[in-house]
C-alpha cells in the first residue's frame, strides 16, 4: 500500500508531462523525416520570422540615429535593402555548399579552421539567446504602446512568462510550435502589407516636397559638415541599424528540418525572406519621411506611423492596433528561431567536443531539450538583468551577428578561391562574399565603437567567456579521448585463443548481461573485468547495446540505418570474442533516443529469458573527481543501475581507470 501511493503519483506526473510536452515520436516510422520536416512556407515562419521580425526594431534604431538629418532615411531603405540582398545571396550559397547545415559554425569550422569556428560558434550561440531575449523584449514594447504606462512595471514579468510558453512548446516540436504560430504571421504579413502599401500610395503628393527636403537638408549638410561628414552621418545610422539583418543565417543554420530536396527548401526560403524583409524595411523608412514620423515616449516608430495612417478610419484605432499587435505577436514567433536553431548549433558544437555531449541527445520528442531549456533560462536571465531594453539589446545581438557574418564571408571567400580553377563563376561568387564581408565588418567596427559602453562591452564579456569554456570542456574531452586510445591499443589487439566450438546457449544458467556502447577498449576492459572478478561463475554473455539517436546521427534516414548497422557489427565483434573466450553469447540491441529507458528496458527482457541473470556495466573513474566530471560526462551507468535495482535485478558496476 505504502509503494503503491508512490507509484500512483509517479504515473499521474509523467501523464501530466507527457500531455504538455506530447508522447514519444515512432523511430521506425518510414515517413518520420517527412512528417516532421518543413516546406518552404512552414521554413518561412519558423525561421524567416527572426529576419522579417527584425522590421520591427532595425529600422527604427538606424532613423533615430540619423537625428535631425531625416532627409538620408530614403538613402538609408535603399542601402538596407540591397544588403538584405547580398547577405542573403551569401547564405544562399552557404546553403549549397554546406547542406547539412550549421550555417556559421560549420563554414567557419571547414574553412578557417576549428579555432574561428569555436568563435563563430560561441558567438551564434549567444546570438540566439539573444534573438529569444530581443524578440521577446520587442513584442512586449510593441504590446505595451497601447497599455497606459502605469502598468510598463510589468513588462519584464510577462516577457520572461512568453518565454516559459515558448520552452514547452518547442519541447513539443519544432513543427508543432510553427502549426501554433501560423496564423500569427499571416496576419503579420497581411496587415504590414496593408500599412506600407497605403502608406505609401496615399502620400504620393508627398513625394515633390520630400525631394526638395532632400536637397536643401542635403545642401544644408553640405556647407555645414561636408561630403565627409554626411558620409560618417549615414555610415553609423546605417551601421546602428545592423539588427535589421539579424536572422538573415538562421535559414543556413537550420537546413536539418527542411523537406526534402534540403537545398532547394532552403534557398526558396531564403528567397522568400530577403523579399519580405527588404520590402518591409524597405519601405518603412520611405514612408518615415513621406508621414513624417517623429518619437513618441513610450511608443515604437511603427506604432506611431500605425496611428498615424489609420487614425482617421473607422474603427482605426482598433486597426492600429491589430497592426502593432501583430508585429508584437511576430516578434514572439522570432523567438522560435532562437529556440530552434540555438540548441542545433549547441549540439553540433556537442558533436565537436566544444559543448558537453550531453547536447547532442535528444528527447522522445526528437527535440534538443537540453539545448532548449538552457536557452530559455539564459534569455530569462538577460531579460531580467537589462530590464527588458530593447536599446541595450539590440546592441549586444548585432554585435555577436556580425561577429558571425563576417566569418562566414570569409570562409566563403576562402572557398571560392580554392576553387577558382573548377569554377568558372567563381569571380562573381566570391566578389558578392567580399562586398558582404566589407559591408559586415564596418557594421561590426562601427556598432562595437559606438556601443562599446552601451552594452558593447557585455556581449563581448559574455562570448569571451563562452569561448574559454569551450577550450577547456574540449581540452578535458581530448585527455579523456586520449586515455581511451591507450586502452583501445592495449585490449582490441589482444590474441585470444580460440576455445573451440562455443557452447550452446543454457538459459538457466548464470549469464551476464554486458551493457556496451560500441566496440572498443572500454568494453573489453569491462568484459575481462567480469571474467576475472567472477571466474567460472558465468556461463552465457548477452551484450546490450542502444543505437542512441543525437543530432550527429539524425540527418535522415540513411544516417539513421548506418547507425544501426554500425551498433550491430560492434555487438557481433563482441559475440566473437566471447566465444574465443569458451562462452555461449548473444546479443541484443534497440534504437533509442533515451540511452537508459532503452537499456533498462533491453535488461528487463533478456533476464525475463535468463532469470539467474546480473547486470554489467562500465564507469569511467578519476583518480580526482572534479564537480563538472558528472556534468561533462553521462551518468548513465548509475542511473541505469538505480533503475534496474529497483526491479530487483542486480546491477555491477566495473570502474575503468582512464588517466588524464
Known amino acids: 500500500m505504502g509503494?503503491?501511493?508512490?507509484?500512483?503519483?509517479?504515473?499521474?506526473?509523467?501523464?501530466?508531462?507527457?500531455?504538455?510536452?506530447?508522447?514519444?515520436?515512432?523511430?521506425?516510422?518510414?515517413?518520420?523525416?517527412?512528417?516532421?520536416?518543413?516546406?518552404?512556407?512552414?521554413?518561412?515562419?519558423?525561421?524567416?520570422?527572426?529576419?522579417l521580425s527584425s522590421s520591427a526594431y532595425g529600422p527604427e534604431e538606424a532613423?533615430?540615429?540619423?537625428?535631425?538629418?531625416?532627409?538620408?532615411?530614403?538613402?538609408?531603405?535603399?542601402?538596407?535593402?540591397?544588403?538584405?540582398?547580398?547577405?542573403?545571396?551569401?547564405?544562399?550559397?552557404?546553403?549549397?555548399?554546406?547542406?547539412?547545415?550549421?550555417?556559421?559554425?560549420?563554414?567557419?569550422?571547414?574553412?578557417?579552421?576549428?579555432?574561428?569556428?569555436?568563435?563563430?560558434?560561441?558567438?551564434?550561440?549567444?546570438?540566439?539567446?539573444?534573438?529569444?531575449?530581443?524578440?521577446?523584449?520587442?513584442?512586449?514594447d510593441a504590446v505595451f504602446s497601447y497599455i497606459p504606462q502605469g502598468f510598463h512595471h510589468y513588462k519584464v514579468p510577462v516577457a520572461s512568462a512568453l518565454t516559459l510558453i515558448l520552452i514547452v512548446l518547442n519541447i513539443r516540436g519544432v513543427k508543432e510550435s510553427i502549426t501554433v504560430m501560423a496564423p500569427i504571421f499571416m496576419i503579420f504579413v497581411g496587415t504590414h502589407l496593408l500599412m506600407l502599401v497605403y502608406g505609401v500610395f496615399t502620400h504620393t503628393d508627398k513625394c515633390g516636397p520630400l525631394a526638395c527636403d532632400i536637397q536643401a537638408g542635403f545642401t544644408h549638410d553640405l556647407s555645414s559638415i561636408g561630403v565627409f561628414g554626411i558620409l560618417l552621418l549615414f555610415v553609423r545610422a546605417y551601421s546602428l541599424g545592423g539588427g535589421t539583418y539579424t536572422g538573415i543565417e538562421a535559414v543556413s543554420n537550420g537546413l536539418q528540418i527542411m523537406r526534402e530536396p534540403r537545398v532547394k527548401t532552403g534557398k526558396r526560403t531564403m528567397i522568400y525572406m530577403a523579399t519580405s524583409l527588404a520590402f518591409t524595411a524597405g519601405v518603412l523608412f520611405l514612408c518615415y519621411s513621406l508621414v513624417g514620423v517623429k518619437p513618441v515616449e513610450g511608443k515604437t516608430l511603427n506604432a506611431v506611423l500605425a496611428d498615424g495612417l489609420f487614425g482617421n478610419w473607422p474603427m482605426g484605432n482598433v486597426i492600429a492596433f491589430i497592426t502593432i499587435f501583430s508585429e508584437g505577436a511576430l516578434l514572439l514567433v522570432a523567438a522560435q528561431t532562437g529556440f530552434v536553431d540555438g540548441p542545433r548549433v549547441m549540439a553540433n558544437m556537442a558533436v565537436d567536443s566544444w559543448l558537453p555531449h550531453r547536447f547532442a541527445s535528444l528527447s522522445v520528442r526528437l527535440t534538443m531539450r537540453n539545448g532548449i531549456i538552457l536557452m530559455g533560462a539564459a534569455s530569462i536571465a538577460l531579460l531580467i538583468y537589462t530590464h527588458g531594453s530593447v536599446s541595450a539589446l539590440v546592441v549586444m545581438y548585432s554585435i555577436n551577428v556580425f561577429v558571425t557574418f563576417s566569418l562566414s564571408q570569409l570562409g566563403m571567400s576562402k572557398l571560392f578561391i580554392g576553387r577558382r580553377k573548377e569554377d568558372p563563376q567563381w569571380i562573381r561568387h566570391l566578389s558578392v562574399h567580399l562586398v558582404g564581408l566589407l559591408l559586415c565588418v564596418t557594421i561590426l567596427i562601427i556598432t562595437t565603437f559606438e556601443k562599446f559602453m552601451d552594452g558593447g562591452w557585455l556581449t563581448l564579456l559574455i562570448t569571451s567567456v563562452v569561448i574559454g569554456l569551450c577550450y577547456m570542456i574540449k581540452g578535458h574531452y581530448v585527455r579523456v579521448r586520449q586515455g581511451m586510445k591507450d586502452l583501445d591499443e592495449t585490449l582490441l589487439d589482444v590474441p585470444v585463443s580460440s576455445h573451440g566450438e562455443p557452447p550452446a546457449i543454457d538459459h538457466g544458467a548464470p549469464t551476464a548481461i554486458q551493457l556496451v556502447s560500441g566496440y572498443s577498449g572500454f568494453g573489453v576492459h569491462t568484459l575481462f573485468s567480469i571474467l576475472s572478478t567472477f571466474?567460472?561463475?558465468?556461463?552465457?554473455?548477452?551484450?546490450?547495446?542502444?543505437?542512441?539517436?543525437?543530432?550527429?546521427?539524425?540527418?535522415?534516414?540513411?544516417?539513421?540505418?548506418?547507425?544501426?548497422?554500425?551498433?550491430?557489427?560492434?555487438?557481433?565483434?563482441?559475440?566473437?570474442?566471447?566465444?574465443?573466450?569458451?562462452?555461449?553469447?548473444?546479443?541484443?540491441?534497440?534504437?533509442?533516443?533515451?540511452?537508459?529507458?532503452?537499456?533498462?528496458?533491453?535488461?528487463?527482457?533478456?533476464?525475463?529469458?535468463?532469470?539467474?541473470?546480473?547486470?554489467?556495466?562500465?564507469?569511467?573513474?578519476?583518480?580526482?573527481?572534479?564537480?563538472?566530471?558528472?556534468?561533462?560526462?553521462?551518468?548513465?551507468?548509475?542511473?541505469?543501475?538505480?533503475?534496474?535495482q529497483w526491479d530487483g535485478l542486480t546491477t555491477v558496476i566495473m570502474p575503468i581507470r582512464v588517466r588524464t
Open 535 to 644: 571466474p567460472k561463475t558465468y556461463k552465457n554473455v548477452i551484450f546490450v547495446s542502444v543505437a542512441m539517436i543525437d543530432s550527429g546521427s539524425f540527418k535522415g534516414a540513411e544516417e539513421v540505418e548506418a547507425l544501426e548497422a554500425s551498433v550491430r557489427g560492434g555487438l557481433e565483434k563482441y559475440v566473437v570474442m566471447a566465444h574465443k573466450l569458451g562462452f555461449a553469447a548473444e546479443y541484443r540491441t534497440a534504437l533509442a533516443t533515451d540511452v537508459v529507458e532503452s537499456a533498462v528496458d533491453l535488461c528487463k527482457e533478456v533476464a525475463e529469458e535468463f532469470p539467474r541473470a546480473t547486470v554489467f556495466t562500465g564507469q569511467l573513474t578519476f583518480r580526482l573527481e572534479k564537480f563538472y566530471h558528472r556534468f561533462l560526462h553521462n551518468e548513465t551507468a548509475f542511473a541505469i543501475q538505480r533503475r534496474l
Open 3 to 51: 509503494n503503491s501511493e508512490p507509484q500512483e503519483a509517479a504515473t499521474m506526473l509523467q501523464k501530466i508531462v507527457r500531455v504538455i510536452v506530447g508522447g514519444p515520436k515512432q523511430l521506425k516510422d518510414p515517413l518520420l523525416f517527412h512528417k516532421i520536416s518543413l516546406i518552404p512556407i512552414m521554413a518561412w515562419i519558423g525561421l524567416g520570422a527572426d529576419g
Open 63 to 140: 532613423f533615430r540615429a540619423l537625428g535631425e538629418h531625416t532627409y538620408l532615411a530614403v538613402f538609408l531603405g535603399l542601402a538596407t535593402a540591397l544588403t538584405v540582398f547580398i547577405i542573403s545571396y551569401a547564405y544562399s550559397r552557404i546553403i549549397e555548399h554546406f547542406p547539412h547545415g550549421g550555417g556559421g559554425y560549420i563554414v567557419a569550422t571547414h574553412m578557417l579552421g576549428e579555432k574561428a569556428g569555436v568563435v563563430s560558434g560561441s558567438a551564434l550561440l549567444v546570438d540566439y539567446i539573444l534573438t529569444i531575449t530581443v524578440s521577446i523584449a520587442s513584442c512586449v
